[in-house]
T-cell receptor
Framework: GAVVSQHPSWVICKSGTSVKIECRSL??????MFWYRQFPKQSLMLMAT?????????EQGVEKDKFLINHASLTLSTLTVTSAHPEDSSFYIC?????????????FGPGTRLTVT | AQTVTQSQPEMSVQEAETVTLSCTYD???????LFWYKQPPSRQMILVIR??????QNATENRFSVNFQKAAKSFSLKISDSQLGDAAMYFC??????????????FGQGTELSVKP
């Protein structure tokens, strides 16, 4: 099956620093990748849609200058949390839609836990 | 705007019994997909079952089946012969068509399912 990886799986950073999270489709090319945020015991909230070679589309209420998304290739999207603060601590999940595949297919990464101290 | 509602924050079922998780949604689209995802403690999202809106027949995957009522905008999940491994958070999700909003997903609030031995 199609595999999506995320790196790192867990990161701890100090308040005010930036941290980058990678999302890779390992065995397929992805036209579109999505970034979600999930707080404990809550649902996944879509942050942004990332398309290769173009600017990301952010959901309402998501600060685009704080959550920088770059989709530089058909297999890699990155999320950079800039000037992180403790309230940014959360679980971040990416998903990817294959370039070639059934129209309903979407595959999720295992998630990245971010802790800001 | 499209919304997905799961009104059961928690459900419990005895092992080998049957349980039904509820989901309602709101949309003005005619072409869309609905999904049930399972999120175990590892937090990896696992696709349980999908339903294409244009199909009248309810989807079935082994012990998992759905009751899709398009006019009522209802999409419930039935788990038969429940197993201890079924214990997890279950999310109902609505997927926009790819040509509208790029195939993004919106999730319900989730239902925490526990299975009693």
């Amino acid at each position: 099956g199609a595999v999506v990886s995320q790196h790192p799986s867990w990161v701890i950073c100090k308040s005010g620093t930036s941290v980058k999270i990678e999302c890779r489709s390992l065995d397929f090319q992805a036209t579109t990748m999505f970034w979600y945020r999930q707080f404990p015991k809550q649902s996944l909230m879509l942050m942004a849609t990332s398309n290769e070679g173009s600017k990301a589309t952010y959901e309402q209420g998501v600060e685009k200058d704080k959550f920088l998304i770059n989709h530089a290739s058909l297999t890699l999207s990155t999320l950079t949390v800039t000037s992180a603060h403790p309230e940014d601590s959360s679980f971040y999940i990416c998903s990817a839609i294959p370039l070639a595949g059934a129209s309903y297919e979407q595959y999720f990464g295992p998630g990245t836990r971010l802790t800001v101290t | 705007a499209q919304t997905v509602t799961q009104s059961q924050p928690e459900m419990s079922v005895q092992e080998a019994e049957t349980v039904t998780l509820s989901c309602t949604y709101d949309t003005s689209e005619s072409d869309y997909y609905l999904f049930w995802y399972k999120q175990p403690p590892s937090r990896q999202m696992i696709l349980v079952i999908r339903q294409e809106a244009y199909k009248q027949q309810n989807a079935t995957e082994n012990r998992f089946s759905v009751n899709f009522q398009k006019a009522a905008k209802s999409f419930s999940l039935k788990i038969s012969d429940s197993q201890l491994g079924d214990a997890a958070m279950y999310f109902c999700a609505y997927r926009f068509s790819f040509y509208n909003q790029g195939g993004k997903l919106i999730f319900g609030q989730g239902t925490e399912l526990s299975v009693k031995p």
